[in-house]
């Protein structure tokens, strides 16, 4: 892997996605800031989002549709979604990205089995950061595997994802488990990166 492709996963790993780019989340006091970013973005890509990339991103449309007519729909997302994050094109990863948001029950699993089964490490980085930010407490367990993945990014968004549920407050119970994994992390990752994350997501939890 190239130092530029290393560079664009560690700037993808800790992204609000946003129309502009994709911007480094580091600390909690960036959070707002950078969340109000993403935001202004996703609305300017809500024409392309309702377009050919997916659903018109509202709940009473899916719902118009045949089980098969999703099943296909959702594959095809996916699959551009794999490739505008390998090729680096922002603009369809926000797009996508607002889509997921707008419709989690529709794309949860898919992103989950990206996240975990991926072979692409920035599909996998992406795909864990976006199902994180859905907040959804089922997917702790996920997570938690997650925390132990080859790739240093998606470890990182793992934690941050377990994060994420601590501080939705509903999530804590279904994040507590991940709570003793969390701090071998936090001491005994490799990546500095990581351990951060990690020390984070327990300051939510604990």
Known sequence: MSRGDKRWIITGSLVALTGLGIFALQHRSHSRRLAADEEAAAARSRGLASGPLGPSGSSNAAEARSPAELKRDVA??????????????????????????????????ALA???????????????????????????????????????????????????ELGAAGGGRV?????????????????????????????????
């Open 76 to 109: 095809g997302d996916m699959s551009r979604w794999r490739t505008a994050v390998v090729v680096k094109d922002a603009e369809t990863v926000v797009a996508l990205d607002l889509t997921f948001r707008q419709l989690p029950d529709l794309y949860t699993d």
């Open 113 to 163: 089995k990206s996240a975990e089964t991926e072979a692409n490490e920035r599909v996998r980085a992406f795909s864990t950061r976006v199902l994180g930010k859905l907040k959804r407490p089922d997917q702790a367990p996920l997570y938690e595997r997650l925390l132990t993945d080859k790739s240093v990014y998606v470890r990182q968004n793992a934690a941050w994802a377990l994060g």
């Open 174 to 206: 279904a994040a507590e488990h991940a709570v003793p994994e969390l701090r071998h992390v936090g001491a005994r990752d490799p990546a500095n990166e990581v351990r951060l994350a990690a020390k984070d997501a327990l300051n939510k939890l604990e």
